[in-house]
């Protein structure tokens, strides 16, 4: 994932599905998974549920670390509830995209989901 090329098409195609996701008559089911994967992604939080209409993010940001396992039921996990006001969907999205090698290797998998386009034949 170190090819600045292979780093810039995969930020781009992150950028171009953000944009057809985010326009008030593609909001699905489908997409509305994409916009908490970002969300959870980028702030580390246990739960999101995003509100289309008042234009506000609830979430439960995990604290630490340590404590959180996604793959069992934590009964006690320090977070802290953020409820966040956005103007622009799309403009916040893209905001949250991080350019590190973890990051790419999970939009990719995200690319993959929601374009079923494997972003490694999307290169050549």
């Given at each position: 994932?170190?090819?600045?090329?292979?780093?810039?098409?995969?930020?781009?195609?992150?950028?171009?599905?953000?944009?057809?996701?985010?326009?008030?008559?593609?909001?699905?089911?489908?997409?509305?998974?994409?916009?908490?994967?970002?969300?959870?992604?980028?702030?580390?939080?246990?739960?999101?549920?995003?509100?289309?209409?008042?234009?506000?993010?609830?979430?439960?940001?995990?604290l630490d670390?340590?404590?959180?396992?996604?793959?069992?039921?934590?009964?006690?996990?320090?977070?802290?509830?953020?409820?966040?006001?956005?103007?622009?969907?799309?403009?916040?999205?893209?905001?949250?995209?991080?350019?590190?090698?973890?990051?790419?290797?999970?939009?990719?998998?995200?690319?993959?989901?929601?374009?079923?386009?494997?972003?490694?034949?999307i290169v050549?």
């Amino acid at each position: 994932m170190g090819d600045s090329r292979l780093t810039t098409r995969i930020l781009m195609e992150m950028e171009n599905l953000i944009t057809r996701s985010s326009t008030r008559e593609n909001i699905t089911s489908r997409f509305q998974d994409l916009h908490k994967s970002i969300l959870r992604k980028h702030y580390n939080a246990a739960d999101v549920d995003i509100d289309y209409v008042n234009h506000r993010i609830k979430m439960d940001v995990v604290l630490d670390d340590r404590q959180y396992d996604p793959k069992t039921i934590n009964m006690v996990v320090p977070t802290m509830p953020t409820n966040l006001f956005y103007k622009d969907l799309g403009s916040f999205l893209k905001s949250c995209l991080a350019k590190d090698i973890k990051s790419l290797a999970f939009y990719a998998g995200l690319i993959k989901k929601h374009t079923n386009e494997d972003i490694s034949m999307i290169v050549l």
